[in-house]
């Protein structure tokens, strides 16, 4: 049965950390852990999952208070992905009108573009995160309705995940369209880094071409900012 | 150190990564029930612009909702209940409180635009 650590590194800003709880409240089978501080947390996670008897983890490191990646990882053998996090909104937005039971299992949506044979780094991404985001059946805490739905779509070479509660609507002529989605959050975006063999180590099986990272992002916008003032006076 | 883009190689061993799914991946031979997951289906309608947010929201919508009706087929066949009904009550993902907020905001958006008009 799968079960999964979700902690993060230490430095973690707000919005991350309330990310973080909405997974949580979002995965029945997850456990928490205790912020890591450790020089090489790489190792210390897998040595937590292995302690809290978890078959993966799920692992927010973030740099400089600024910049979040997420790991997924089987523990203890792999293999493991990393993701830049971008775009985050929290279910504590109060733009997102959908709520469902907590704990309830989640149906999932993946595009078609994952089942692509000629890409088979996408195949590895939705078995990692079905591993992670589905609810075991019949686990223990699960609640006996099915009212929400887990999107995960592959535009722009990033993973978009949507989280939808499922609504049936009340009455005759409603009843005629059927189902509807209202959106509970959270929404985040994540960009595939790397894919490597083994937990949060190990060979490299896929290293993203468009994925640049945002110290050189910074760095070219601070380039292109040199001399602005010079110019304008100019 | 960091490389200069031009000239690093990018890493795509699809033959490891295949042999990597296959020794890790358990939802080919799992029952349906136990994952519950949907395959989109192919469609002729790409997105043109992701950051167009209204666009890319009504595309993330629709391919959501037929997932979720496939789904709703699948559950019903093998007999899984679907629907809450209105008298369970449990605890949600977001709280009365939250709720309570939410449609407040809601309120107050409608107001300020009926105002504004």
């Not at chain 1, 704990?103 to 000629?118: G, Q, Y």
């Not at chain 1, 595939?192 to 945002?214: E, H, N, Q, R, W």
């Not at chain 2, 209105?86 to 107001?111: C, G, N, P």
Request: aromatic share 10%.
């Amino acid at each position: 049965k799968e079960k999964c650590v979700i902690l993060s590194s230490r430095g973690v800003t707000s919005r991350y950390r309330h990310l973080m709880l909405d997974t949580m409240t979002l995965i029945p089978n997850s456990k928490k852990d205790s912020k890591l501080d450790s020089k090489n947390p790489k190792d210390a996670v897998v040595e937590v999952a292995d302690m809290k008897s978890c078959s993966s983890a799920m692992f927010f490191e973030c740099r400089k208070r600024t910049d979040c990646y997420m790991w997924l990882a089987k523990c203890p053998e792999g293999p493991s992905v990393k993701f830049h996090v971008e775009n985050v909104h929290t279910m504590a937005e109060l733009k997102l009108t959908g709520n469902h039971l907590k704990f309830s299992r989640p149906v999932l949506h993946f595009d078609a573009t994952f089942d692509d044979a000629e890409k088979p780094h996408l195949g590895h991404i939705k078995e990692m995160l079905t591993h992670v985001f589905a609810t075991p059946f019949r686990h223990h805490k699960q609640k006996p309705f099915i009212d929400h739905i887990f999107a995960f779509y592959y535009e722009d070479d990033r993973v978009w995940f949507r989280n939808y509660q499922i609504v049936h609507p009340e009455g005759k002529e409603v009843r005629a369209t059927g189902v509807t989605l209202s959106e509970t959050g959270p929404r985040l975006c994540l960009h595939p880094i790397k894919i490597f063999g083994g937990a949060f180590g190990g060979p490299t099986l896929y290293d993203s071409p468009t994925y640049v990272s945002p110290n050189v992002q910074r760095a070219e916008k601070k380039k292109e900012d040199m001399g602005k003032y010079a110019r304008k006076v100019a | 150190g960091y490389k200069k883009l031009e000239n690093r190689a990018f890493v795509n061993n699809k033959e490891g990564l295949r042999a990597s799914l296959d020794d890790f991946q358990w939802t080919k031979k799992a029952k349906w029930i136990d994952h519950m997951v949907v395959a989109g289906t192919k469609t002729a309608e790409t997105l043109a612009d992701v950051n167009d947010d209204l666009a890319r929201e009504t595309h993330f919508y629709e391919h959501a909702l037929r997932s979720a009706e496939v789904a709703i087929k699948n559950l019903k066949e093998i007999g899984v209940a679907v629907k809450r009904p209105d008298d369970f009550y449990a605890e949600m993902v977001k709280s009365d409180e939250h709720m309570k907020r939410v449609r407040a905001e809601l309120i107050f958006e409608q107001t300020s635009q009926e105002t504004r008009e």
